[in-house]
Structures are given as structure tokens and as C-alpha cells.
Nanobody, 121 residues
Framework: QVQLVESGGGLVQAGGSLSVSCAAS????????MGWYRQAPGKQRDLVAT???????NYVDSVKGRFTISRDNAKNTVYLQMNSLKPEDTAVYYC???????????????WGQGAQVTVSS
């Protein structure tokens, strides 16, 4: 019903910057919260940042001041700008959307396919 397509990521040296974006398409009435999670090898998937439809943001402490989440509601797209990257930021980054369907009849969560971010020391 809804597809999330991620783009961006890549390889950068410590201190550098990268960005990832995620566009949602399909049967969408409204998107509530959008966000980014990340999963490092051998570890669980953890929250990085979220943004509500009204633009209220939330960040995990380890990325505050370095990462910025934003969204374009007209394009159903969420972005994550990552500055001052550290080797410990290396992970696969997954976007997340809570989508409202059928004029508010129900909600469902969707995930992107993941984008690799690698930070070398």
C-alpha cells in the first residue's frame, strides 16, 4: 500500500557530513510521525530522530547538535542531515512513517529499505 524509498548515505571520514532522504508513496491519507532509526552490525535497531506532522522534533542524545531531521509534507518526504559524523554513527539507517489510511480509518507503520552510512576514522 505504501512504499518508502530511501536515498543518500555513503562513506565519509570522521567529521564529515552526509544526508539521507526517504520518500513515501502510495495510498496515503495523512502521515503522522516520520523518523529515522539505525542499526549497527550485531546490535538492535535504535531510534535516531523523529518529527511530527507539525514539525516537532526529537533526537537521541548522542546525535543532538549534529543531526537535523526535517520533512516536506507536500512531498511526503523526510530528511536527515548528519554533520560532524563519528565512526560510531556507522550503521544502516532506516526511515519510518506512521501512515493514516482510508480517511482516518486505521494507521499502519512502514519502514524503508535502509541506507548504509559508514564513517571512517
Amino acid at each position: 500500500q505504501v512504499q518508502l524509498v530511501e536515498s543518500g548515505g555513503g562513506l565519509v571520514q570522521a567529521g564529515g557530513s552526509l544526508s539521507v532522504s526517504c520518500a513515501a508513496s502510495g495510498s496515503i491519507f495523512r502521515i503522522n510521525t516520520m523518523g529515522w532509526y539505525r542499526q549497527a552490525p550485531g546490535k538492535q535497531r535504535d531510534l535516531v530522530a523523529t518529527i511530527t506532522s507539525g514539525g516537532r522534533t526529537n533526537y537521541v542524545d548522542s546525535v543532538k547538535g549534529r543531526f537535523t531531521i526535517s520533512r516536506d509534507n507536500a512531498k511526503n518526504t523526510v530528511y536527515l542531515q548528519m554533520n560532524s559524523l563519528k565512526p560510531e554513527d556507522t550503521a544502516v539507517y532506516y526511515c519510518y512513517c506512521n501512515v493514516v489510511h482510508n480517511w482516518g480509518a486505521y494507521e499502519r507503520d512502514y519502514w524503508g529499505q535502509g541506507a548504509q552510512v559508514t564513517v571512517s576514522s
